[in-house]
């Protein structure tokens, strides 16, 4: 028993000490002791994937109501071509549904009424897109993990992935079939338990309006504005994503743009 508690407090000495040698840039006693190397490996692992880490799990700005953009511009669809949706538009959306499948324990299905009542969350943030400007909104809806959680991950989860209603038109796709045209995204787990990822359905406390993506569109507040799918229609949760779109993980991104736009 004796020994078992001396080893224990040794060990958390050693991290402790080990982590405080880290931080003041090294030390050769150290380096020779098992513990320092196992958190050697670790401090390299933070270095590689560190930086994702924090920008990642840090909040985005949120704004005061004063600070709302008077214009807030649309950007890529604005009004989405394809009669699928159209239909679903034309009976405000009573038909729609968002779906929830792929590695998940039990697929769902919810309609926007559902999504309503769910939990939800408001947040003053600031869009930034790559061509060129930035306008601030309220939105208000469902934190994604609620529904992740309620339909529980498979073990071999990684990626959620956003298919969306429109065909982006007159922006060429490399072959395949008639839905790679339709625009998509995609997430990791990460991103998709921070507390600001959001399905909005509310745009300054009003629906959302088809030019910004109604019913339903995702608001990722780290990252860029391609990221913030609209006009969401499935959410599957996948372990790659070379089987969506062009393999790339977005509309954009299977046209060059990166998978990660954090900023
Ligand atoms: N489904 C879909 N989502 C989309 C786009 C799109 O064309 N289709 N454009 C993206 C881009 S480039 C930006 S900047 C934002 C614009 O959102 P907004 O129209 O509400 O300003 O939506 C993003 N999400
Ligand atoms: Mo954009």
């Known amino acids: 028993m004796g ?6 407090r040794r060990f ?3 991290s402790v000490m080990s982590w405080a040698a ?3 840039g090294g030390c050769d006693r150290l380096s020779e002791s098992r513990s320092f190397r196992s958190n050697l490996a670790a401090a390299e692992l933070l270095t590689l994937r560190g930086q994702r880490l924090l920008i990642g799990q840090s909040l985005a700005r949120e704004y005061s109501p004063r600070e709302l953009s008077r214009e807030f511009p649309a950007n890529g669809t604005i009004a989405p071509p394809d009669e699928d949706y159209q239909t679903l538009a034309a009976d405000g959306f009573r038909a729609w549904r968002l779906v929830v ?21 408001t ?14 909104a309220q939105w ?3 934190p994604l993990r609620l529904l992740l959680l309620s339909s529980g991950l498979k073990p071999k989860s990684r990626y959620i992935v956003f298919h969306c209603a429109d065909t982006l038109e007159g922006i060429p796709v490399k072959g395949g079939d008639e839905r790679q045209g339709r625009y998509y995204e995609s997430i990791d787990l990460i ?3 921070h507390p600001q990822t959001i399905l909005a359905h509310s745009m300054n406390g009003k629906p959302l309006a088809i030019a910004h993506g109604a019913p339903l569109r995702l608001r990722l507040e780290r990252q860029l504005g391609y990221k913030q799918a609209k ?15 062009g393999g790339q993980g977005g509309f954009w991104e299977d046209r060059g743009y990166e998978w990660y736009a954090g900023i």
Not at 101 to 121: I, N
Not at 123 to 136: K, L, M, N
Not at 231 to 245: A, K, S, W
């Open 12 to 14: 958390v000495l050693d």
């Open 191 to 193: 991103d998709a338990f």
């Open 3 to 8: 020994i078992l508690i001396i080893s224990r």
């Open 140 to 142: 208000t809806g469902v």
């Open 231 to 245: 006009y969401v229609m499935r959410i599957e949760v996948t372990e790659r994503l070379d089987h969506v779109g």
């Open 22 to 24: 880290l931080a003041l």
């Open 101 to 121: 499948d792929g590695l998940v324990d039990r697929p769902a299905s919810y309609t926007l009424a559902e999504l309503r009542r769910l939990p939800s969350r």
């Open 123 to 136: 947040q003053i943030t600031r869009t930034d897109c790559v061509e060129g400007w930035s306008a601030i």
